[in-house]
């Protein structure tokens, strides 16, 4: 027997990834005495600057953008109740085709055995129960998502450890509602093109082969104010928009992937400890 508390450990790729797909798992948990690990893999420096100044566009300062973000992640941390927070502090690769993927230093130019590594040392020091990442497309094909997929799960075989891992997704009948949401707050939205419409399609799973849904319906204010926090980029967090009453109703059910597991707990489950207390 150990007094080790059981422990959480979610690897993201930006500051405010943390909020929008395990805000309330990340609540929840805390409240419940289980300590939770943060663990995010880039500085965000791709991010709107001030203004809402784009990437590229003149006046768009890297590094000031990248301190600005990390003052927002520890403002979110702090909503969410985080334990620890690690920051592996990689360039932010941007978009999948911008010329910041090529960037020397940038988290998708990094091989994946070197951030692995550092990702298995913290995962030796904190020991978790659970591990969250994104699949293997990084759940839209943001290519720091990817990357924080392959050196999580090349990180968890160089360790001993066996937690359950779960890859964050979304239910097709959440990304319709999603949709009709959006046409909601904005009719002149013009409807996806076919290449648009095959990527949308892409995202997310069946609701039948979602194996854990964990309702965070009583965390929805602080995962909203969670992304809140993030207020340099409210220009791309379309939730926001919503307001906290409509953004519980569609944000209070958090869904995930089991990709590995031990305890035996059975299927479709609705706690990610499931099996382990």
């Not at 709107?48 to 973000?69: I, L, N, S, T, W």
């Not at 497309?137 to 924080?148: K, L, R, S, T, V």
């Not at 360790?159 to 904005?186: C, G, I, N, Q």
Request: glycine share 10%; aromatic share 8%; hydrophobic share 40%.
């Amino acid at each position: 027997m150990t007094d080790r508390p059981l422990t959480l450990m979610a690897v993201h790729a930006h500051p405010d990834d943390e909020a929008t797909g395990t805000g309330g798992v990340l609540a929840r948990y805390a409240a419940e005495g289980i300590r939770t690990v943060l663990v995010t893999c880039t500085d965000g420096s791709c991010g709107d600057g001030p203004g809402g100044v784009k990437p590229g566009d003149p006046g768009h300062d890297p590094a000031a953008v990248a301190e600005m973000r990390r003052q927002e992640l520890q403002a979110s941390c702090e909503v969410l109740k985080v334990s620890d927070l690690e920051l592996l502090d990689y360039a932010d690769s941007g978009m999948m085709g911008w010329p910041s993927n090529d960037t020397p230093g940038s988290f998708w130019q990094t091989p994946v055995e070197d951030g692995a590594a550092r990702l298995a040392e913290l995962m030796r020091h904190y020991r978790p129960d659970v591990v969250v990442t994104y699949d293997e497309n990084g759940f839209y094909g943001h290519p720091d998502h990817i990357q924080a997929h392959r050196i999580t799960m090349a990180a968890l075989e160089m360790t001993e450890l066996t937690p359950k891992v779960y890859w964050t997704t979304a239910p097709h009948s959440m990304m319709r509602r999603f949709s009709e949401l959006m046409r909601e707050f904005d009719p002149n939205l013009p409807a996806p093109n076919a290449e648009e419409a095959a990527a949308l399609a892409r995202i997310g799973l069946p609701d039948e082969e979602i194996t854990t849904w964990v309702d965070t319906t009583g965390f929805s204010d602080q995962k909203f104010d969670s992304l809140a926090a993030h207020a340099s980029q409210g220009e791309n967090i379309f939730f926001l928009k919503m307001g906290k009453e409509r953004f519980g109703e569609l944000m209070g059910m958090e869904t995930f992937v089991r990709v590995r597991d031990t305890t035996g707990a059975a299927v479709p489950e609705s706690d990610l400890f499931a099996g382990l207390r």
